[in-house]
């Protein structure tokens, strides 16, 4: 069975950091392209971060740049987003999302992935 599973969420204060995990089960994640997205209640899924299956290219949205990064372990077939100087608007559940499609262009479109995991929630506040 194919599966993603987000681990790592939780709460923490406005400055904090934390380090989600995606962890892939049933097919061999080095073959995809790997996005974290997030979502707010009220608000649409947005792309956060995409790196290649390789590791060598990442993106990111705006508003992580400089404070969020994504990585990747295929000989653990994980894939992390650490994420430093958290603010209360990155308050949202988390997802990580496997494509073929690599990470250039509209990589933030959700219709790119194939796989989703179920999210880990991130609260960020005092």
């Known amino acids: 069975q194919v599966q993603l599973v987000e681990s790592g969420g939780g709460l923490v204060q406005p400055g904090g950091s934390l380090r989600l995990s995606c962890a892939a089960s049933g097919f061999t994640l080095d073959y995809y392209n790997i996005g974290w997205f997030r979502q707010a209640p009220g608000k649409e899924r947005e792309g956060v971060s995409c790196i290649s299956r390789s590791g060598e290219s990442t993106k990111y949205a705006d508003s992580v740049k400089g404070r969020f990064t994504i990585s990747r372990d295929n000989t653990k077939n994980t894939v992390y987003l650490q994420m430093n100087s958290l603010k209360p608007e990155d308050t949202a559940n988390y997802y990580c999302?496997?494509?073929?499609?690599?990470?250039?262009?509209?990589?933030?479109?959700?219709?790119?992935?194939?796989?989703w995991g179920q999210g880990t929630q991130v609260t960020v506040s005092s």
């Open positions: 999302a496997a494509a073929q499609v690599g990470c250039y262009g509209s990589w933030y479109g959700v219709s790119r992935y194939v796989y």
